[in-house]
């Protein structure tokens, strides 16, 4: 049985770290050492999609570098407020393959729920920034998505994402996932997270409480990082806490331009992730976005580094080039 999460007067440390992100351009600007030349043009596309950086991750980017690859993640660019063709608001095809109660159905015996439009960090490239999370991540859904999961049995895989799902309280996210283990036919419950990467705080007592608890054969946490110098000792630390309960842990990441579109950092990536308990999963050629164009690699190119990258690395550490393609039944391997 999950234990009932007793609420404490004390804000835990991590909700504090996300109240207290910063969101203001021009304090980014200034605690990095960066040319306020940049700040009209952040500012600009900072309207269109907020900027939002947590301490603990903005601690991870180097003063003085506009080039930074954890800074290009996170800084609002002119480049975004250009409309650029073929980049949409709805990328993946997550409306045409929502149900009436929100929960998303692409792919055979998975299911998806957007538990909250809430995320520690805004990144620049992210494919939900256009999302209308406040139609489609309302908490009155819950009990019609449980309906519909005992309904459909063919439904063995629960993925919680977001936003990003441990944006919620543990006391939510243990009922959540109470509900969840009593459908008989669920064995595997998904979660897809960037928090424990950029707020390694996260990962408490009360989250590991619930997770170990949770009756479920599979018990699955799909990280997102795209650069090593974001695996520090403290999120190092943290995965580390999960999969001693027995969370198995899969990194998804990004092939972004002027980030990790070079052999050397994509080989760090996987030795470092593999370092830390991390099984490299997918690179994800950019899902295109509006507001994103800048940031993309062409896949003639992608094709090159991942040969490169295979002449370097064991099979084991190699991730699948992937993209998703909207109404296809499985992610399209590219390589």
């Known amino acids: 049985m999950i234990p009932r999460i007793t609420l404490h007067c004390e804000t835990p440390d991590w909700q504090r770290l996300m109240a207290e992100a910063i969101t203001d351009p021009a304090e980014l600007l200034a605690i990095l050492d960066l040319n306020r030349a940049l700040l009209p043009a952040a500012r600009r596309a900072a309207e269109l999609f907020p900027l939002r950086v947590p301490q603990p991750y903005l601690a991870r980017i180097q003063k003085g570098r506009p080039d930074d690859p954890l800074l290009r993640q996170v800084l609002p660019l002119e480049a975004e407020c250009l409309e650029t063709l073929g980049f949409i ?159 198995r842990l899969y990194n998804q990441a990004v092939l972004l331009k002027g980030v990790n579109d070079d052999v050397r950092v994509l080989s760090e990536l996987s030795e470092r992730l593999m370092d830390i308990g991390v099984q490299p999963y997918y690179l994800h050629l950019l899902d295109r976005v509006q507001g994103a164009a800048h940031f993309e690699v062409p896949e003639s190119q992608a094709k090159v580094l991942l040969e490169e990258l295979a002449n370097q690395l064991p099979g084991y550490l190699m991730p699948r080039l992937v993209r998703e393609v909207p109404g296809a039944g499985a992610k399209q391997t590219v390589l």
Request: net charge positive.
């Open 89 to 247: 608001a709805d990328p993946v095809g997550d409306l045409a393959a929502s149900t009436d109660n929100g929960i998303i159905h692409k792919y055979h015996g998975r299911a998806l729920i957007i538990t909250t439009g809430a995320c520690a960090v805004h990144c620049r490239y992210c494919f939900r920034r256009h999302f209308p999370y406040a139609s489609a991540s309302s908490r009155s859904q819950w009990p019609a998505q449980i309906q519909w999961l005992n309904r459909h049995t063919q439904i063995n895989e629960v993925i919680l994402s977001g936003g990003d799902p441990l944006s919620l309280s543990d006391a939510r996210l243990a009922d959540m996932a109470s509900d969840l283990a009593a459908i008989p036919h669920l064995r595997c419950l998904r979660l897809h997270t960037r928090l424990p990467v950029v707020l390694p705080q996260r990962v408490d007592e009360p989250l590991l409480a619930w997770l170990s608890a949770l009756p479920m054969p599979r018990k699955i946490m799909v990280i997102h990082a795209n650069h090593a110098q974001e695996l520090d000792a403290n999120v190092a630390e943290s995965l580390a806490r999960l999969s001693a309960i027995g969370v």
